[in-house]
């Protein structure tokens, strides 16, 4: 059966995609952390662990996610733009793109943010304008 994530890349559910290529799309997280809370994820495999995923598509997903993590630091007020693997809620491997002014901010345990369709498509613009 396929993942969520599956369903949003081939567009069978929607999505707040800021940035996208023939192997990655990024979308921001529908119960974020923080503003600008984005998720990587790989399209042409729906592989369940993150450290599963073969050497290739980690190191280019990687490059990936920084060319996003700098249109997110540039678009939302943040010090850094943290990264997390976790893993346990959906069967697709992925990373979590984090805005952060502090160390508590990245924790999961935190209540999420409840933003409306206004606020997530304002953000979404922004990142996807500051992609370089």
């Known amino acids: ?12 559910i929607p999505s707040y995609t800021v ?3 023939d192997n990655f799309i990024a979308f ?4 974020p952390l923080s503003v600008g809370h984005t998720l990587i994820v790989p399209k042409k495999k729906e592989t369940d662990y993150f450290f599963d995923l073969d050497e290739d598509t980690l190191s280019s997903m990687m490059v990936f996610s920084k060319r996003v993590a700098a249109a997110i630091r540039k678009s939302v007020k943040c010090k850094r733009v943290g990264v997390a693997v976790i893993g346990f809620e959906i069967p697709h491997a992925h990373l979590h793109l984090v805005p952060m ?17 206004v606020e997530f498509e304002k953000v979404m613009k922004e990142i ?3 992609l370089t």
């Not at 059966?1 to 069978?12: G, L, W």
């Not at 901010?105 to 943010?113: R, S, V």
């Open 1 to 12: 059966m396929p993942s969520i994530f599956t369903k949003i890349v081939n567009r069978e």
């Open 19 to 21: 940035a996208e290529d």
């Open 28 to 31: 921001l997280d529908i119960n």
């Open 101 to 117: 002014n502090g160390m508590n901010d990245i924790n999961f345990a935190n209540p999420k943010l409840k933003l409306s369709k």
């Open 128 to 130: 996807h304008i500051n």
